[in-house]
């Protein structure tokens, strides 16, 4: 596999930071990786590599406007910058690379973009997984807004985020927290039309212990999709399963994308 770093111009003057994993001969789509709320590429850890080299397949994972070195967002965040991330940027990005069939790997913010963009894109879409995705705001989701909100001002959690974000660290996790505090946002929230409009087979997986989101998150998700969508409730995991499990996950992707048959050349 090669690993490239690379600045993609995608209009407007935006340019979205990127890291492409390439094999000789590609096995599949593009797997496309959408970090969460406060991450990054290098948040992903060796997830990323290591469900690369079990399917075969290329890698494309990227950061937002305002993360990492991508060019900055507009700040405060509008209610819908979910969906216009899905619907508009990610699309956007893909066009630019030529890059025309893919599988949505999202967590979090991630995973509720993916949704979007797997309603918006129809075919090229060939299947789609996301981890502790939100359709809405549930208790458990504002909770551990206000508990991150405390640990951020009382503990070393920023400076651990500004070795990734650097001096927009504050406004970054500013611009998270008071969007998702705010209460237009939260009524303004909703994924049903780009949920129907999943054309691929999708695994929703969750933690069973995620602090930021209910169970139901998964099975409404789940319900609005269809009979193409199944969901995944991962004992002793958190909020971030593709770490805290990360081998049982990459597992799990690829036994999903197998039996699929999104996969080339595997028995």
Not at 57 to 68: E, H, K, S
Not at 99 to 108: E, K, T, Y
Not at 226 to 244: F, I, N, Q, Y
């Amino acid at each position: 596999m090669q690993i490239r770093d690379m600045m993609v111009p995608i209009g407007d003057g935006i340019e979205l930071e990127v890291r492409r994993i390439q094999h000789a001969e590609p096995k599949g789509p593009v797997l496309v990786f959408l970090h969460e709320s406060l991450g990054s590429i290098a948040l992903w850890r060796k997830f990323p590599e290591k469900l690369a080299k079990a399917t075969g397949c290329d890698a494309l994972i990227y950061n937002r406007q305002g993360y990492g070195h991508s060019s900055d967002e507009e700040l405060p965040r509008p209610h819908d910058y979910l969906e216009t991330a899905g619907e508009q940027w990610l699309p956007r990005l893909l066009d630019k690379l030529e890059i025309r069939d893919v599988v949505l790997i999202g967590h979090s913010d991630g995973g509720s973009i993916a949704l979007v963009t797997a309603g918006t894109m129809g075919g090229r879409v060939k299947a789609l997984a996301t981890m502790a995705a939100h359709i809405y705001a549930d208790h458990l989701t504002l909770a551990g807004i206000e508990e991150m909100a405390v640990r951020y001002r009382e503990t070393d959690i920023r400076d651990r985020l500004a070795r990734y974000h650097g001096n927009r660290t504050d406004d970054l996790f500013n611009a998270w927290q008071t969007v998702w505090r705010d209460e237009g946002f939260q009524a303004a929230m909703d994924f049903s039309r780009w949920l129907a409009a999943i054309e691929c087979p999708a695994i929703i997986i969750q933690g069973e212990n995620d602090e930021y989101g209910v169970p139901e998150q998964v099975t409404d998700i789940v319900a609005g999709i269809g009979p193409k969508a199944r969901g995944v409730l991962l004992e002793d995991a958190g909020h971030s399963p593709h770490l805290e499990k990360q081998d049982q996950v990459v597992e799990l992707l690829y036994d999903f994308l197998r039996s699929e048959s999104v996969l080339k050349n595997c028995n």
